[in-house]
């Protein structure tokens, strides 16, 4: 019970003294400075103001985010699981993998415009190209670092390679698939904003939040701005919250981060 409470009221408490030296600092400022840092009471006045711009930006957004963030799951996962198989195959593919990882996602937006139009298909592509790299990279390493003491008794036992994989070594790799899952959870929100700012599109009321915060900037609505942050803030939250809820359920019943140790 005392735990529990700490976790609440702990983080309450920060968060009070944080929004009390905002109102500071506000305060503080010339009235020719104020607008630079709108007060959370006025922040929260202008996400009510354009609740329905912002939630059709939100919808696009996260439509993006999601769209991105599951083709790099399957993707990152079949190649995984590929370069597992092979020393090979891991030792042709991840120096590409590594120059991927490496070029700024920028440099891609002009070349996806190109290639598949502003918009959506761009949007999910740039959040794919963010996500990807930690996914492949953890689900990897979580594959081909089984315990070799399991893995020779397998082979004792004459296991097929699919049993290996499917008992062994798929069981071992949740641990880093769902860290790896839990960093492009942070990511994909990121990169769909990033797309949108860059790649992105508001034909058909198709803009997400990065195009409506280069609308707001250029309007000087400084609060909208600031409350369009905020909703991109909440929509990693969301992301976070459900990877971390799929990993407690896939991990607590066996899993040694889960487990509750007597000292």
Request: net charge positive; with cysteine.
């Amino acid at each position: 019970m005392r735990s529990v409470l700490t976790n609440i009221l702990l983080p309450a408490a920060t968060g009070a003294v944080m929004i009390a030296i905002w109102y500071a600092i506000r305060h503080g400022l010339s009235e020719d400075f104020k607008f630079l840092l709108p007060t959370p009471d006025e922040i929260i006045g202008s996400l009510d103001a354009n609740w329905n711009i912002l939630g059709r930006a939100v919808y696009n957004t996260s439509q993006g985010a999601l769209l991105g963030f599951g083709l790099a799951i399957v993707v990152s996962s079949l190649l995984a699981l590929l370069m597992s198989l092979s020393s090979l195959v891991r030792i042709s593919l991840y120096p590409y993998l590594m120059i991927l990882q490496m070029t700024p996602i920028i440099i891609f937006a002009p070349i996806l415009i190109l290639w598949v139009g502003p918009g959506l298909k761009s949007v999910v592509i740039i959040t794919f190209l963010i996500c990807f790299f930690p996914l492949v990279v953890n689900t990897t390493q979580g594959l081909i670092s089984a315990d070799r003491n399991l893995v020779e008794l397998f082979k004792m036992y004459r296991a097929s390679r699919w049993q290996e994989i499917k008992l062994l070594r798929i069981p071992a790799a949740l641990p880093y698939f769902f860290t790896g899952l839990r960093i492009a959870a942070v990511l994909a929100p990121i990169g769909a904003l990033v797309g949108d700012y860059t790649a992105g599109s508001s034909a058909g009321n198709g803009g997400g939040l990065g195009f409506q915060a280069i609308i707001y900037s250029s309007q000087a609505k400084y609060p909208a701005l600031f409350a369009t942050a905020a909703v991109t803030c909440i929509l990693g939250f969301v992301f976070v919250a459900v990877v971390l809820s799929l990993s407690w359920f896939a991990l607590h019943k066996w899993h040694d981060s889960y487990q509750r140790t007597d000292t």
